[in-house]
């Protein structure tokens, strides 16, 4: 018994935030246990997901059924997954009140969780999309960099099959002949005749950063040797190091930390939507830093150290 219902279990799939959070299309089940989904732009079906971020927020709700819990993860693509953790899952609620506990405490850490697809409608018609959660943990950044690129990689094989589709007609036989995977296809289909043609790209850009932050979470020991070696003896140096020491002194000296300098000048900002990206790059970088260590430290300092958000993609906030 406990085999035949493992065999129609379905897969998690691994999907980014923005593209979840931008799907608007469920499709509920034929019978008691049919499972439901949603259906995303790229034509995703999603009745279980795997996801990972940094822990955003995280809050606890006493009913008369008993605890629930609510709260999201920050993804690389600057967007959330929104998550519930309910009474009729006390199997879960221990750890729940642990995360609680540190997440008041201003700890923020790097989490990966399975969930099921969730929706509600709103009197005006709108649709919103979350997960209640069935497994998670917290997770060390090389977890998060699997995840990371085996999300891409998911992504980019939607978006291949969304271009392919624009040049066929929507049924399976068409779908099939132009390439499109065939386990995708049925959803591909549901997604086109909802959604109609749109512009994937912001789906691209966040394979980027998904990737970017993958990349660079290897850098730590980047720059280590970049400075030049400084002679300490009372030799003359020769004319040839001579030139090489006054083209050095021609170039700003870094000055102090360089997230120190990124959380200062966030911290001077008087916009409501926060710093520019760009504004703090240049920032950094008048202040002696190169443009990589600059941009590395922010993913560092948003992803990893939680010490800043990305509430609009582009401009930045201290995290209280």
């Not at 008369?64 to 953790?85: E, M």
């Not at 899952?89 to 697809?117: I, N, T, Y």
């Not at 978006?159 to 066929?168: C, D, E, G, R, T």
Request: with cysteine; glycine share 8%.
């Amino acid at each position: 018994m406990m085999n035949q219902v493992r065999v129609g279990r379905q897969s998690a799939i691994r999907i980014f935030a923005q593209e979840y959070s931008d799907a608007n299309l469920p499709l509920e089940g034929v019978g008691e246990y049919a499972p439901s989904f949603i259906i995303t732009k790229l034509g995703a079906k999603i009745n279980r997901a795997i996801f990972g971020g940094v822990i955003d927020r995280l809050e606890r709700r006493d009913g008369d059924n008993g605890p629930s819990y609510s709260g999201q993860l920050r993804d690389a693509t600057g967007g959330v997954h929104r998550f519930q953790i309910a009474p009729f899952q006390p199997e879960l609620h221990a750890d729940a009140e642990e995360l609680l506990a540190r997440f008041e405490s201003g700890d923020r850490f790097l989490m990966m969780m399975v969930g099921r697809a969730r929706w509600f409608e709103s009197d005006d018609g709108g649709l919103f999309t979350s997960f209640r959660a069935e497994e998670f943990c917290i997770v060390e950044r090389e977890i998060y960099v699997n995840w990371l690129v085996e999300t891409s990689e998911a992504t980019l094989r939607r978006l291949s099959a969304y271009s392919l589709s624009l040049n066929s007609d929507n049924n399976s036989e068409a779908l099939k002949a132009v390439g499109v995977p065939s386990d995708l296809i049925e959803g591909m289909i549901l997604a086109k005749d909802h959604y109609g043609d749109f512009d994937p790209e912001i789906y691209r850009v966040g394979v980027l950063q998904g990737l970017s932050m993958a990349l660079n979470s290897n850098s730590d020991v980047v720059l280590l040797t970049e400075s030049p070696v400084v002679s300490e003896s009372d030799e003359p140096l020769s004319s040839q190091d001579d030139k090489s020491s006054e083209s050095t002194e021609s170039e700003p000296q870094p000055q102090g930390d360089v997230e120190d300098v990124i959380l200062d000048v966030i911290r001077k900002s008087s916009s409501a939507n926060g710093m520019p990206y760009d504004s703090i790059v240049l920032a950094c970088v008048e202040a002696g830093f190169s443009r990589e260590l600059s941009e590395d430290a922010i993913e560092d300092l948003r992803d990893i150290k939680c010490q800043i958000i990305e509430p609009r993609f582009g401009f930045f906030q201290i995290l209280d």
